[in-house]
């Protein structure tokens, strides 16, 4: 196991005690602990990873790193659960489904860890650190971006990736080769308008609730999370990249800035929201 996947354990432990289970008002039966492991889609091979999205650009993925946690398990029901209609591929830009709008639920089970995997990998990579649950239904999962350990939970400005990608994008005669660094920083907060007061917190772009998980967890069992990245993708338009600056090579580099001679693309864009989005996450309860 790398040192990069254990050197959150410690600082999780202090950081996230107010959303410990002891502290969860938990009703339901045994408490015990669990293994955890999050990879790429169950069926991935590299043929899954060329694939033809909304826009009609054929993509062909060779990178996809990301590093998550820590997860929460919750006993409030998702607010969607159903397939992508008509209204959902017309309005991309509404991918979040409201999750700022879920009920508060009650944590049942936690995992104060990160871990990093390749997401074009069917591979299961472990939680450095053993979950923590109460035996009861559980709905939904959290999954919490945030920063390394040793950097506050509220810090606007940090450099850890969470995610990194690289490919190319192919639509007719054009083809495009990218790169690019997604950081959940103060580059995604909404701008307060001007004569307003307050301001959206950083913590919360680095929170994604309401992922459907519907299970009952048994003692032995394993929690088992899946990532699509294809999904980052489905609105992504290569031909907005074209002011974008490049590698020596051509590369098209992806950008996310409010300020500067490029300013956030709609790429990269495409990626928050994909990465922010509860169907790009499945979570299942593995039976021993």
Not at 59 to 81: H, K, M, Q, S, W
Not at 239 to 248: A, E, F, G
Request: proline fraction near 6%; hydrophobic fraction near 40%.
């Amino acid at each position: 196991m790398s040192a990069k996947r254990t050197s959150f354990v410690a600082f999780f432990l202090p950081v996230f005690a107010a959303v410990s289970l002891s502290c969860a008002g938990g009703t339901g039966g045994k408490r015990f602990d669990f293994d955890a492991r999050i990879g790429g889609i169950a069926s991935a091979d590299p043929s899954a990873f060329t694939f033809t999205n909304q826009n009609d650009w054929v993509i062909t993925l060779t990178r996809a790193e990301v590093t998550l946690g820590p997860i929460y398990l919750n006993v409030v029901t998702p607010l969607v659960d159903r397939p992508l209609g008509l209204l959902d591929r017309l309005v991309p830009s509404a991918w979040a489904r409201g999750e700022a709008h879920l009920d508060p639920g009650r944590i049942v089970g936690e995992v104060l860890a990160q871990a990093s995997f390749n997401a074009l990998s069917a591979e299961l990579v472990s939680f450095p650190l053993r979950g923590a649950l109460t035996e009861e239904q559980v709905h939904t999962a959290e999954v919490w971006f945030y920063p390394q350990a040793g950097v506050s939970a509220d810090v606007k400005k940090i450099d850890t990736p969470a995610l990194e990608v690289a490919g190319t994008a192919t639509r007719g005669d054009s083809t495009v080769a990218f790169r690019g660094t997604l950081i959940l920083n103060d580059a995604w907060l909404t701008d307060q308008p001007s004569g307003q007061q307050g301001s959206q917190p950083i913590t919360e772009i680095r929170k994604l609730r309401g992922i459907p998980a519907s299970f009952f967890p048994t003692q032995g069992g394993s929690l088992e999370l899946r990532f699509d990245v294809t999904r980052l993708f489905r609105g992504a338009n290569f031909s907005n990249l074209t002011q974008n600056p490049s590698d020596p090579d051509g590369t098209k580099l992806l950008v996310q800035s409010k300020a500067g001679p490029v300013t956030t693309d709609q790429v990269m864009t495409n990626l928050y929201q994909g990465l922010r989005d509860a169907s790009t996450y499945s979570a299942e309860w593995v039976k021993p």
